[in-house]
């Protein structure tokens, strides 16, 4: 203990003892509630999976792409022929992962790093659906915002990207999956140095605090634009999108 010096006053420390310093309690952040005008503050982690959103994130593999003139000479070899022509549609389940979806038959999986499912159409892999799944804090996907403000996000993302020439919303929305689960879907067209004109549909849901992402990109050259039939087929691909 320390001394008291009779004239002096001031306690003296003795010697080989240091004298503490007073206990300061450590500052604890408060905890912060997402609301309309608070959002949800994300984890690194989860701003590098919700990133589909903006509009692929960081784990999201490279999926190959064509330069215009390959993709031109590849509808030109295939000419009228589409998706659509004699497409029969299998669905594709993930349990381990928990997803589904239907998926042209004669796409076959490739693998790719970051993907957890990859889907190509043989001799153009410009052409494709891709699934990634990525664990983030969300109980669902209306906690990161609202469709239209996901699309906004999303082509903010694409717009910066020096390939980019053009790229525009064509439309946002949700529908319920399974179990009353929020799907949002958005659809957009994109002008590119890196595969040309490209139509892509996108749909994303939380599930299990799970971020699940999905990407159908397909050419839409002017040359040869995306037929009703084909549209149709990516369509009923995109809603059939689900957790299981």
Not at 111 to 135: M, R
Not at 167 to 177: C, D, N, P, Y
Not at 189 to 197: E, I, N, P, Q, V
Request: glycine share 6%.
């Amino acid at each position: 203990m320390p001394l008291v010096c009779p004239r002096c006053g001031p306690p003296l420390a003795l010697a080989g003892h240091r004298r503490r310093r007073p206990h300061r309690p450590r500052a604890v952040a408060p905890k912060c509630e997402a609301s309309p005008s608070h959002p949800l503050v994300l984890t690194r982690r989860a701003v590098s999976a919700a990133a589909l959103l903006l509009p692929l994130p960081a784990s999201w593999p490279q999926l190959p792409v064509a330069s215009a003139s390959e993709a031109a000479a590849a509808a030109e070899a295939q000419g009228e022929s589409g998706v659509a022509e004699g497409l029969e549609l299998d669905r594709y389940t993930d349990q381990e992962q928990g997803f589904t979806l239907l998926k042209p038959a004669s796409w076959p999986r490739v693998e790719k790093a970051g993907a957890t499912a990859l889907f190509q159409q043989e001799g153009k892999g410009s052409n494709n659906i891709g699934v990634v799944v990525n664990p983030v804090r969300l109980n669902s996907l209306t906690d990161f915002g609202t469709p239209q403000f996901v699309a906004d996000k999303l082509l903010q993302a694409e717009k910066k990207k020096e390939s980019t020439k053009s790229a525009e919303v064509i439309s946002a929305g949700e529908r319920s999956g399974h179990g009353g689960l929020t799907v949002y879907e958005i659809e957009y067209a994109l002008d590119s140095t890196r595969g040309g004109m490209k139509r892509i549909f996108s749909a994303a849901f939380v599930a299990s605090r799970k971020l699940y992402l999905l990407n159908i990109a397909y050419s839409d050259a002017q040359e040869k634009p995306l037929d009703s039939q084909t549209r149709t087929v990516l369509e009923q691909v995109l809603h059939s999108f689900d957790s299981v």
